[in-house]
C-alpha cells in the first residue's frame, strides 16, 4: 500500500498564502492522477484540486484562481499552492490518487484566521 504524508499546514491570515506539500513511497505520482482533498469541522471531505496525467489540473469552483497543483516527479512531491486565502478554506488538507483508493494520510492543518 502507498504511504502519503502531508506536510507544511499551519496559521495564515486571510488573504495570505500557504504551500502544502504531499511525499509518497514510490515513485507513483507520474503514473497516477493525483488531487489534494480537503475536510472542513462538520463537514464531509471534498475534492479541491486535482492533476490528470498529462498535467491538466481541475479545481473546485470554491478554489479556482486561487489554488495550483503541481508535481514534481524528480522528487516524488505533490504541492498545492494556496493564495488569497479565506477562512472557508479551514481545513485539513489531505492528498490521494484519483479517484481516492489509496490509505488516508495524516493530513495537515490550515488555518485561516485573523
Known amino acids: 500500500q502507498v504511504q502519503l504524508v502531508e506536510s507544511g499546514g499551519g496559521l495564515v491570515q486571510p488573504g495570505g498564502s500557504l504551500r502544502v506539500s504531499c511525499t509518497a513511497s514510490?515513485?507513483?505520482?507520474?503514473?497516477?492522477?493525483m488531487a489534494w482533498y480537503r475536510q472542513a469541522p462538520g463537514k464531509e471531505r471534498e475534492l479541491v484540486a486535482e492533476?490528470?496525467?498529462?498535467?491538466?489540473?481541475n479545481y473546485a469552483d470554491s478554489v479556482k484562481g486561487r489554488f495550483t497543483i503541481s508535481r514534481d516527479n524528480l522528487k516524488n512531491t505533490l504541492y498545492l499552492q494556496m493564495n488569497s486565502l479565506k477562512p472557508e478554506d479551514t481545513a485539513v488538507y489531505y492528498c490521494n490518487r484519483v479517484p481516492a483508493t489509496w490509505n488516508w494520510g495524516p493530513g495537515t492543518q490550515v488555518t485561516v484566521s485573523s
Open positions: 514510490g515513485n507513483i505520482f507520474r503514473f497516477n492522477s
Open positions: 492533476m490528470i496525467i498529462g498535467s491538466y489540473a
